[in-house]
Every structure is written in C-alpha cells, then in structure tokens.
C-alpha cells in the first residue's frame, strides 16, 4: 500500500513571504500525484496534480510543486503568499485497483498567514 | 454546473443509534467516493461506487455500508454508533477518465454522544 508523509502539521508565515509545504510518498511504480486544498468549513478542492510530462506543476493562483522521483517528493512552493491562503494543504497519491481509484492522503498542513 | 451537494451537513446522534448520508454527485459523474475525516486519522477512504456497484472499500468495519442509485445519487449508512465515529464525511465525484481528479461536497460532520 502507498503511503504520503507531509513533514510538516503547521506552518505560520507572515503575509508576502515565500512557502514550502513538504510531501513525501512510497511507491515504486509510476504514480499520480496531487495537492488538495481545504479552506475552513468546506470540502477539498483540487490545487494541481502531476499525472506524466513536466515535472514542475502550476496552478492558477501561484502555487507550484515539483515532483521529484529520486527524492520521492513532490513539494508544494508560493513564492509569495497572502493572507487569503490560509488554509489546510493535503498531498494525495492515487491507488488504481481494478479499475476502481482512490487517493491515500497525508495528515494534511496547516498553512496559517498572518498580517 | 452544480457542485457535490451533501446532507445533512451537521447531525448529533448517540451511541448505538444509525445514520444515513446522501450525496448527490455532479450532473454526468458516475463514479461516487466517501472519505471520512478526523484529528488523529486524516482521511481516510471508505468505499467508491461506480454504476450503482461498490469497486473498492476501504479498512472500516462492516457498519458502515453504502449504496448508489440509478440517478449516481449515493448513500452511506453508519450503524450502531460508536463515539470514535464522530468525523466529516465527506463525498466526491469523478467524470470518466479525471485521474485523481475528485470534485468533493462541503461534507457532514457527525458528533456521536
């Protein structure tokens, strides 16, 4: 069974300044990565996912990860952050079986930006 | 189009008691996942439903149960109430072919007294 391991449960930041949320995962065969992003009192929305191709990833609102297969890492960076991002950050892994699919998640980060 | 929408959103219930969650999927997405959330576990998945079939089932025991509809419509049912299922449920939705790409609803906390 896959496993992902995020290094870090919290991480304060002040407004402006440059983020790295760490994820690690087991696996070795192909996988399909992804970051989910939780704001308070809401459901999981996806962030960016890194199927196949280039291993650097982007997503709309600035964030990037890059997937890293000799480090088994697949690390999500901003370079500048806003109070807006507060959030939780979940790194997901997908599990194909039988042609059923279900993502294994980490314990989640908790990404606090403060004025 | 319309989101993953799930209800309730909030329940309290007792020990020993049953609860059943409904989610409704997006218009068109056929396969419907349930994860269950806590402090200490994370998430973790419960089962995922495919054409009114079960595909896969997570490492929970046998009183949690679910179903889907002909409609995709889902639900899951939680029997004999334990205090360690207080958690968010939380439904997802996956169009055909969206690898890893899971639409997921607001969620329904359950608190079990």
């Known amino acids: 069974a896959q496993s992902v391991t995020q290094l870090d449960s919290q991480v304060p930041v002040f407004e402006e300044a440059p983020v790295e949320l760490r994820c690690n995962y087991s696996?070795?065969?192909?996988?399909?990565l992804f970051w989910y992003v939780q704001y308070p009192n809401q459901g999981l929305q996806l962030l960016l996912k890194?199927?196949?191709?280039?291993?650097l990833v982007e997503s709309i609102n600035g964030f990037e990860a890059e997937f890293n297969k000799s480090q088994t890492s697949f690390h999500l960076r901003k370079p500048s952050v806003h109070i807006s991002d507060t959030a939780e950050y979940f790194c997901?892994?997908?599990?194909?079986?039988?042609?059923?699919?279900?993502?294994?998640f980490g314990k989640g980060t908790k990404l606090t930006v403060n004025p | 189009k319309a989101g993953v929408t799930q209800t309730p959103r909030y329940l309290i219930k007792t020990r020993g008691q049953q609860v059943t969650l409904s989610c409704s999927p997006i218009?068109?997405?056929?396969?419907v996942s349930w994860y269950q959330q806590t402090p200490g576990q994370g998430l973790q998945f419960l089962f995922e439903?495919?054409?009114?079939?079960?595909?896969n089932k997570g490492n929970f025991p046998g009183r949690f149960s679910g179903r889907q509809f002909s409609n995709s419509r889902s639900e899951m049912n939680v029997s004999t109430l334990e205090l360690g299922d207080s958690a968010l449920y939380l439904c997802?939705?996956?169009?055909?072919?969206?690898?890893?790409?899971?639409?997921f609803g607001e969620g329904s906390r359950l608190t079990v007294l």
């Open positions: 997802a939705s996956r169009a055909r072919g969206g690898t890893g790409e899971l639409f």
């Open positions: 696996s070795s065969v192909s996988v399909y």
């Open positions: 890194y199927l196949s191709g280039s291993t």
């Open positions: 997901a892994v997908s599990e194909a079986q039988g042609g059923s699919e279900k993502l294994v």
């Open positions: 218009s068109g997405h056929r396969s």
């Open positions: 439903y495919f054409s009114e079939t079960q595909r």
